[in-house]
């Protein structure tokens, strides 16, 4: 039986407060849940008894099945799903050496949950492990950029912390590589198989103080070169284009 | 003066069925309307007196001076700015000769506005002048799109047509190009600068009587190639890419 205050409780999670005081987050739907069932500590799973019957064993602390009515009083979703659940916000690790050797990305104060969520979901299309965020990113554990991952979270470690001080601590061993308008276009650039790759905001890009750290500006060139377009990308489009770059240089 | 029923017109545009019989649509925020204003023919234009006084000649059959309260309880944004305006829908015909002779999208079924704007922004980035999409796609008019393409929207035609009919009426003159699961390697194909390139629905991919008429079908590479991923890249994100290896070839 889902009582009240265990809708309350669910319902609460889509702000960041509860979320931080509670140490949980919120994922929904059939697929969504059970691909990161295997990957996060669940706390609470609610379900409806058919979704429940199709899985093999589930591994939460408490299972709740319920009616299609009571999922849907607890739901964050217009079109809720056969189940929701609420599962532990993991805590990671900045592990240096990792970071040394493999590609990441560096967020800069990302705003919009589906810009962040379709970032990771890239990240983790292309093999990227690690996305580390400046601490006034969107919060990929929001219900809105949790669902926009598609899953995806489960495979990324997305961290935040202070990005000045973090670039510092690799004291120049790896190329931090960031997007600027007025960046070098980055076909013709150098592209290590490891190293930081900086995403900016959708309307400011990357800040001053990120911006001085970084060693190789990089420039998506529009088509033709002198066309007259738009001045930017979409941020998870342009995020795309670059890891899809860098990739690709290892691939051939 | 902005009186009740101008209010009501313009919160009308919203919904696909008012656009249609009126022949408009809306777009808001005082960089948008700006930038577009010189490409669609504008009716009616509700500003305050400061960003009025800090254009030039503002071409519109209607122009209201407006408080900001005016604006809000007409706008359809979260955050109103200092203007809004109606603009004609513009109508486009197919133009066979450009479609042969350059590259461009071809839209089946996206169904998220942000989406399609950011798609729309893709193409005119890379410059892709013209946009097919299939009549269940969402509407590039529908006033969350237009924000989406930034502007964009001006400067890239964006049709809407049975698309097996469109495809059949090129009669194999040129290649059709598809992002499919079970594509071909992207980077080991070969690119024509001309062509048309199809882009399927966020969850279900390409239709059947579309993908038929597809000759080439291509593939973006995960990494590792072994990596176990999520199934599928943003279909945004995907179209980035895409273009991007297309006009890579032509700039190199």
Not at 120 to 149: E, L, M, N, Y
Not at 216 to 223: A, D, K, Q, V
């Amino acid at each position: 039986m889902l009582g009240k205050n265990k809708i309350k409780f669910i319902r609460s999670l889509e702000m960041k407060k509860f979320r931080s005081e509670s140490g949980c987050f919120l994922a929904e739907g059939n697929k969504l849940v059970s691909d990161i069932l295997p990957y996060f500590d669940c706390e609470l799973l609610v379900a409806r008894t058919s979704w429940i019957a199709a899985q093999g064993n589930i591994n939460s602390r408490e299972l709740i099945e319920a009616e299609g009515s009571d999922i849907k009083r607890a739901s964050l979703l217009k079109t809720p799903q056969d189940v929701l659940a609420v599962f532990r916000l993991p805590s990671y690790n900045i592990e240096m050496k990792s970071l040394q050797d493999e590609l990441s990305l560096v967020i800069d104060g990302v705003q919009t949950p589906g810009n962040l969520g379709t970032i990771v979901r890239i990240a983790d299309w292309f093999g990227i492990r690690t996305v580390v965020c400046s601490p006034d990113s969107a919060d990929v554990f929001s219900p809105k950029t949790v669902q926009a991952t598609m899953g995806a979270i489960a495979r990324v470690k997305v961290i935040y912390t202070d990005l000045p001080e973090f670039l510092d601590s690799f004291s120049n061993t790896v190329p931090v590589y960031g997007a600027f308008l007025e960046g070098k276009n980055i076909y013709r650039e150098e592209l290590t198989s490891n190293g930081l790759i900086v995403i900016g905001n959708e309307g400011n890009g990357i800040r001053d103080e990120v911006a001085k750290r970084i060693t190789n500006r990089l420039h998506i060139p529009s088509f033709p070169p002198d066309n007259e377009t738009g001045e930017s990308l979409n941020v998870a489009a342009a995020t795309a284009i670059i890891c899809a770059e860098y990739r690709r240089r290892e691939i051939m």
